[in-house]
Each structure stands twice: as structure tokens, then as C-alpha cells.
């Protein structure tokens, strides 16, 4: 093994860039992921997560930059990268006309599985996603959920160290994202280290750590209790009041609010400085006579994170 | 550095893909009901032989019996049916206006006087020019028949005078390979090229397709399989597939149709391999320019079909091309490997007179594996 995994280090990229043509898909970005962690990719479609992680698991080389991805190089070793690794790309690609048993041995043979351990790790996978009573059925007509969990289990058939998932949840319903979180955790916790790529803010609660990337840029990076409180610069309230809806514009523009928006019946203020907010809402409200209503500080969400460095990185971009 | 390449994965490859077909009954269907109506279609109703030329006939002197025995001369060729007579120009008018005459014969009244005056009697041919090339070979044979019958007219006029037969050179042709001219020996082995070569690069093109389309090639090109295993295991099955197409071609065509085989079974199987070859690789090829299976199959039938069909030398002869469409039928794999089926069906040709021909398929199978290798892996970095 290389001396990389020996530190811990289970992926390292430092100024890696893809350019398809004219179009930069991803720009310069570095970070390092731990052995044994949830790693998140997080950024809306399009922000060059696919292909970061297409680079990462040997199938595109990159334009410019290095990494090591287990250890070995993403440039000169993609074929031993692809030997080490799981990947498990957003359509949850399987043969729809193969049975469950003909996919798992298939893949098993394409990632040289010793043959005497083929039933085994069929027995194995086929556990893991719970298709025991559907072993002879056609892939085809497994529904979402478990067709995800069986393509996660193809993709690790091999016993790999790191785990690239792409959008891993896209389409199926909240029970099997929750169920299927659960195995990611289980298997993190073996020592494997995770890759995963999501636009669900939510999801990315999960991760240890993670790097948040938009138009191909890195805009942030740290674990989620650091994204919240030293990366969002800003606070947000949260304003109860009935019809809160006729408020928004006349309330975004107040001096000390940065923005707002509706959160179900509620407005979330992303302010500059939640006392001085508090007291110019209170004059406001006071203005207009009302009475019933609340404000209080509330912790911001992964997603208000997301959103508020999102119009930063606009703000500061803006006519280029 | 690319590793040696894994004969086991090739075969994972290869048995994924026979499980493939054989789950859908449509593509195999495809693959040996195409070949068996093409051969029938090609083999029954592409007949270049031109005889029983309808003609009908208006015998204006029919009172003579001098223009009776001319006109049996017509009555007992195998190349003319004479399929009625007439005594006005409407209905010869009609005959080759609705098809059902070629050729319309007029002998005019004087016929008979004007033979026995010793000046020359006139006769009218009227033909359908619109199938122009069979036009022109039922007016040679019309010609034919009237020359022999003026030869016989001056030597039975030179024996009633006592002058004997006339001198002349007697030529006796020997037909060698074909002695029948049957148009179908020449045919049926352009048959078996056009049916190897669209059925393998129609059925590569469209399984590799089907992967991109679905998604599962992201999946592949994300394991340690490489290029050429992937390819080396798609061929397979293809190949299996396009051999016993082979056979059902000399099988069709020594029973049905009654070519004869003449050269030996290992050349040809040897030879139809290197045929294959190139022609699944450009099924892949097609494949990576396409990414639908539907673009993929047109492109597949546009560039093996049409090439096969009008520049291999299948049905037009090649030296009758102007000089630029001979240049293109090089390139057209299906010519080499046509020139090497109709030896070995009729002629019994061995390597000796075939080294050409297979160097040239060899050249194209190398290139296109080439090329198909290289053409995927630029389009999956």
C-alpha cells in the first residue's frame, strides 16, 4: 500500500480542473478526505459534482491538477483506482434483463472475485439488499429501492476501501433514503470511507464533513456544525405572523435584513446582526399595529447555509 | 500502464450478453429470420436472367407460308413467349402500354413478296424502353434470331443454285464455373456478404447502444474492465450469431437453390471470421458515434446495407462503374470478401488465387478493431 493510505488519507486532489471545450466543469478545487469518513459532495445540478467524482474514479482524466484516490494516482493509475473502489453511478445502472443473482455474479466476475468466494459475497449482497425471496427475478421488475441497494451492493462486491456514490438517493422515497442512510453509516463505521454526492441539503446532515461546489467552484468546505455557525457569516430569524406572505417585500427591505423568504407559513430573514434585526421588525410591526406576532433566532439549516453562499458567490460574480 | 488482458472478464462479458439475447426472442429472431428472407427474397426474386421476353406479334402477311417459318423461329426460343397475336396497333399500343408485352413484332403484308423478289423485307420492332437494359438485351436476341434466319435464307438460296454451303467461322463457347448462366449462383454469395455484414454490424451497434442508453456503460467504464475486453466480450456472441447465419446462407444455397460449393469449409469459415470481424467492429464504432439504439441501427443499415448492395459488385459490375465509384468500392470490405464466397462456391479457388482478397480483409479487420477500440475510449474520457 502507498504511504497516502498509511496517513489516513483516502482521497487527495489539490488545483484539479475539467474542462469540456470552452466549459470549465470544475475550477481548481482541493480537499482531502479521511479514511473511515462520510465525505459529502453537495451543489445544485450542474455544479460539476458528476464529474469530480468521474475523475476521482478513473474514468475522465482531468484537464490539470493531481490526487491520489487509495493512494494511487488519478492521472497514471486509473486502473488500479478502479480496482480499489466502488462506484455507484445516479441511474443506479443494472441489467434490467439479468436476475438478481446473474447481475451480482456478473459484476463479481468483471472485479476478478476468486471463485471460491463468489457464493459468498452473492449470499452477501443479496442479503443487503434484502432480496432473498427475489433471487431468480428479473432486475427489471424490482422497484426503486431495492434496485438501489442491490446496484450499491454490485458496486462493493470487491470488498473496496472507498465507496464513490452519485446521487444515491435521487428517485426513490424518503423511507428507503432514510433506510438506505442507515447502511452508508454501517458501512462507514467498518472503515470504509464514503463519497457521496447529493443536491439534498438534508441528507448531507449525515456527512462527516463536506465541500459545498457551485458553478464548478469549491464555495465552502467543513463539517456540518461548522458550515452552520463559522461559515454562515449572517443570522437568521425566524418571524411568525399571520399572513406573513403580504410582508416579505416590505420586510427585505429594511436596512438590516439581507433577505428573506417563506418557510412554509413562516419568513426566514437572513439578517446581518439578529438584534438590530429584532428592533427594526419591531418598529415595523409596531408601525403598522400589530400585535400578534413572534421573532425569534433560529439556527440556520445546511440549506440556508447553502442558499445564503450561493447568492454571495452571485453577488460577487455578477456581471462577469 | 495497462495490464494484460483478463480472459475472464471477456467471458462475464460474453455470457451476459448470450443471456441478453436469449431473453429477448426479438433480437435472435432478428438474427436468423433476416438472413433466411433475405436469401429468399434475393434468391427467387432477383433474377437477372432475361428470357421468355413477352412479345406479342401482328402478322400482316399471315396468309404466307414464308412468314409462318420466320415466326416459328420466335415460337421455339426459350427467350421469347409470345404471348398473343393481334391484327391492329391498338391492342399492341395497349399491350405495352399496361406491361404485358416487351416487345411487339409487325410483319408487314409484302413480307413474303418482298423475300421472294430478292429485295429486303422490312420488319417492324416495337419495345418497351423503360426497363432500358432489359430492352436492349431482348433487342440483341431479336437480332440474333433474325440473323440466323437470313444465314439459313442465303444458304438454302446459294443451295439452289448449286453452289453449296457458304464459308464462315463456327463459333463454340464453353461456359466454365456457371455453365448455365444462372444468375442465382452469381447472387446468392452476395447474399451471404450483405446478410453477415448488416446482421453483425447491426446487432453490435445496437447492444452497445442499448448501454449507453441505459446507463449501464457508466457502470462498466467505472470497473477495471478495459476496452478491449469489453469489445473482445461483446464479439462473441455476435460472432457465434454471424457463423451460423453463414451456415444458414451455404446451407440455403447448396439446397435451395442449388449452387454448387466447390472450395473447402475451413477457408471459408477462416475467411468469413476475418470478414466478421471488421464488420462487428464497425458495429461498435457506429455505436460510439451514435448513443441511441435507433440512430444506431440507421446508421448501421445505411453503412452496410447500401455500400454492400451497389459498390461491392453484389449485383453491378465494378468495372462498369466510372473511374471515381471504382476508387470508393475499395473500400468497401464486402468486395473482397464477395470476390472470395463466388470462388469458393463456384470456382473452388484456393489461398493461391485469394491472397489478395484476404490480406485486404485482414487490413480492414485490423483498422476497424483499431479504430472501434480507440473511437470508445475517446468517448468515455
Known amino acids: 500500500m502507498s504511504p497516502d493510505t498509511n496517513k489516513g488519507i483516502a482521497v487527495k486532489v489539490k488545483d484539479l480542473e475539467k474542462k469540456f471545450g470552452d466549459f470549465t466543469a470544475v475550477n481548481h478545487i482541493n480537499f482531502e478526505v479521511k479514511q473511515g469518513e462520510i465525505f459529502g459532495f453537495l451543489g445544485p445540478n450542474g455544479a460539476g459534482k458528476s464529474t469530480t467524482i468521474r475523475m476521482l474514479c478513473g474514468i475522465y482524466t482531468p484537464t490539470s491538477g493531481s490526487g491520489t484516490v487509495a493512494g494511487y494516482d488519478i492521472i ?3 486502473y488500479k ?33 476468486p471463485k471460491n468466494e463468489m457464493a459468498q459475497r452473492r449470499e452477501e449482497t443479496i442479503k443487503l439488499a434484502e432480496l432473498e425471496d427475489f433471487r431468480r427475478a428479473l432486475t427489471g421488475t424490482l422497484s426503486g429501492g431495492w434496485k438501489q441497494r442491490l446496484a450499491l451492493g454490485c458496486a462493493i462486491i470487491h470488498h473496496p476501501s472507498i465507496i464513490f456514490l ?120 409596531a408601525k403598522k399595529g400589530i400585535t400578534g406576532y413572534s421573532v425569534n433566532k433560529i439556527k440556520a439549516s445546511l440549506e440556508d447555509v447553502f442558499v445564503s453562499l450561493i447568492e454571495n458567490y452571485d453577488a460577487e460574480h455578477k456581471g462577469k | 500502464m495497462m495490464p494484460a488482458m483478463n480472459i475472464k472478464r471477456i467471458m462475464a462479458i460474453a455470457n451476459k450478453e448470450f443471456i441478453q439475447i436469449k431473453r429477448d426472442p426479438r433480437s435472435l429472431g432478428l438474427a436468423i429470420v433476416i438472413p433466411i428472407v433475405l436469401l429468399l427474397i434475393f434468391g427467387y426474386g432477383l433474377s437477372l436472367d432475361i428470357d421468355k421476353v413477352r412479345t406479342v406479334v401482328w ?30 396497333y391498338r391492342d399492341i399500343v395497349r399491350a405495352l402500354n399496361n406491361g404485358s408485352s416487351m416487345l411487339a413484332l409487325v410483319i408487314p403484308k409484302d413480307f413474303s413478296r418482298y423475300l421472294r423478289s430478292g429485295s429486303k423485307a422490312p420488319l417492324q420492332l416495337l419495345v418497351d424502353g423503360s426497363d432500358s437494359n432489359t430492352a436492349t438485351i431482348a433487342m440483341g436476341y431479336v437480332k440474333t434470331v433474325v440473323t440466323q434466319y437470313n444465314v439459313n435464307l442465303f444458304a438454302s438460296t446459294l443451295q439452289q443454285q448449286g453452289l453449296g454451303p457458304p464459308k464462315k467461322a463456327d463459333l463454340r463457347s464453353r461456359v466454365w464455373y456457371n455453365p448455365g448462366l444462372n444468375s442465382r449462383w452469381f447472387i446468392v454469395p452476395g447474399v451471404i456478404a450483405m446478410i453477415i455484414m448488416i446482421i453483425a454490424a447491426l446487432l453490435t451497434s445496437i447492444c452497445v447502444a442499448r448501454e449507453w442508453e441505459r446507463g449501464t456503460m457508466e457502470q462498466l467504464v467505472s470497473t477495471p474492465v478495459k476496452a478491449p475486453e469489453l469489445i473482445i466480450g461483446k464479439f462473441i456472441p455476435y460472432f457465434v450469431i454471424g457463423l451460423i447465419d453463414l451456415a444458414i446462407g ?37 455505436s460510439s458515434i451514435a448513443r441511441t439504439q435507433l440512430l444506431a441501427s440507421q446508421l448501421a443499415i445505411l453503412t452496410t446495407f447500401i455500400p454492400t448492395m451497389l459498390l461491392s459488385g453484389f449485383i453491378y459490375p465494378i468495372f462498369n462503374m466510372p473511374k471515381a465509384v471504382q476508387a470508393a468500392t475499395y473500400l468497401v470490405p464486402a468486395r473482397y470478401y464477395l470476390v472470395i464466397l463466388r470462388g469458393l462456391f463456384l470456382k473452388g479457388n484456393g489461398m493461391d488465387v485469394m491472397w489478395d482478397e484476404a490480406v485486404f480483409l485482414i487490413i480492414f479487420a485490423v483498422l476497424m478493431f483499431g479504430l472501434a477500440i480507440r473511437k470508445f475510449k475517446k468517448k468515455v474520457a
Not at chain 1, 89 to 102: A, M, R
Not at chain 1, 105 to 113: H, K
Not at chain 1, 191 to 198: C, S
Open chain 1, 76 to 78: 497514471k493509475e486509473q
Open chain 1, 81 to 113: 483506482i478502479k480496482e480499489h473502489i466502488g462506484y455507484m453511478s445516479q441511474k443506479f445502472s443494472l441489467y434490467d434483463d439479468l436476475t438478481v443473482e446473474e447481475n451480482i455474479d456478473f459484476y463479481s466476475r468483471i472485479y476478478n472475485v
Open chain 1, 166 to 285: 452519485d446521487e444515491p438517493t435521487s428517485g426513490v422515497d424518503p423511507i428507503t433514503r432514510a433506510n438506505f442512510w442507515s447502511i452508508i453509516k454501517q458501512m462507514a463505521s467498518q472503515g470504509k470511507t464514503i463519497f457521496v454526492t447529493t443536491h439534498y441539503m438534508d441528507e448531507a446532515e449525515n456527512c462527516n464533513r463536506m465541500v459545498m461546489i457551485y458553478h464548478g467552484t469549491m464555495i465552502a468546505m467543513g463539517s456540518p456544525e461548522e458550515m452552520k455557525t463559522e461559515i454562515m457569516k449572517n443570522e437568521i430569524l425566524e418571524i411568525i405572523v399571520p399572513g406573513a406572505e403580504h410582508y416579505l417585500d416590505e420586510i427585505s427591505q429594511l436596512s438590516p435584513i439581507k433577505e428573506t423568504a417563506l418557510f412554509g407559513v413562516n419568513i426566514h430573514a437572513v439578517v446581518y446582526e439578529a438584534n438590530k434585526a429584532s428592533e427594526a421588525l419591531k418598529d415595523f410591526f
Open chain 2, 59 to 88: 402478322n400482316q402477311d399471315g396468309s404466307s407460308q414464308v412468314s409462318r417459318d420466320f415466326l416459328l423461329n420466335f415460337e421455339n426460343s426459350k427467350y421469347f413467349k409470345i404471348i398473343g397475336y393481334t391484327d391492329n
Open chain 2, 250 to 286: 451455404v446451407i440455403m444455397g447448396r439446397f435451395l437453390f442449388g449452387v454448387p460449393f466447390e472450395g473447402s469449409y475451413l477457408l471459408l469459415v477462416i475467411l468469413s471470421m476475418l470478414f466478421l470481424t471488421g464488420a462487428l467492429s464497425q458495429g461498435i464504432m457506429i
